[in-house]
């Protein structure tokens, strides 16, 4: 991609709404003119004419190519980065502003080191790290350079060994160490409700009974599945 075509990379694809001329819909002027003159005639404003809302277009913006030279510039420092940027997108134009205010989109600037990780100082009470959703570009607290965090994989859900489901009504749960035959019931609803599964229905456990060692069998073998 060639750095001198990147103001026009990204902004290159068609803008997004469209124009509406009154003079072009037929019966378009003459009507709004008859309903200035109507609310006029009751109050409801001073005369002039009523304008069709929405008539202009805005931005469609193609960010790929924006994202993709920031990231080809990782590891250099951010002031010489943004500095080339700005005389890349001539932030004098209209154009160029609008890119750069996507810049701050892409990298986070007010960041602490917790631990080597970094943590947006914008975020709520530095929840969670970067990278955590997304990988990410930042800017190096201490160094100034720019930086690029991975995506933090996420480690698969554990299920759990201490329950398993058979149907909607009967289930095995294990309960101090011992695995039982669960038997479930429908609650009594307050009101009637025809659309709700029993599925998803509130219910109660209407017997418990302990597993002998050929359920318990089963339900190892059951969960080693899973």
């Known amino acids: 991609m060639s750095e001198h075509r990147l103001n026009q990379n990204v902004i290159e694809r068609p803008r997004g709404g469209y124009r509406i001329s009154s003079r072009k819909v037929k019966g378009q002027k003459t009507s709004l003119v008859k309903l200035t003159e109507e609310a006029s005639t009751d109050g409801l404003l001073s005369p002039y004419l009523i304008k069709p809302r929405r008539k202009t277009k ?15 510039h990782v590891g250099q420092h951010w002031d010489d980065v943004y500095s080339k940027l700005c005389k890349i997108l001539d932030i004098t134009t209209l154009s160029g502003r609008h890119i750069i205010s996507h810049v701050w989109g ?3 600037r007010n960041v602490e080191l917790i631990d080597g990780v970094p943590y947006a100082k914008t975020s709520s009470s530095y929840a969670l790290p970067l990278g955590y959703w ?13 930086c690029l965090v991975e995506r933090i994989p996420k480690e698969p859900k554990k299920k759990p060994d201490d329950f398993l489901s058979v149907d909607a009504y009967h ?15 429908d609650l009594e609803p307050w009101t009637t409700n025809t659309n709700q599964s029993s599925v998803n229905s509130p219910k109660y456990i209407a017997s418990k009974r302990q597993c002998n060692k050929k359920q318990i069998k089963l339900i190892m073998k059951q969960l080693s599945k899973s």
Do not use: M, N
């Open 106 to 108: 892409y990298v986070e």
């Open 58 to 72: 805005w931005f469609s913006d193609c960010l790929g190519p924006l994202y993709q030279w920031l990231q080809s």
């Open 134 to 146: 997304y990988k990410q570009l930042y800017v190096h607290p201490e160094t100034g350079i720019l």
């Open 171 to 185: 289930d095995y749960r294990k309960i101090d160490d011992l695995w039982y035959a669960i038997e479930l019931a």
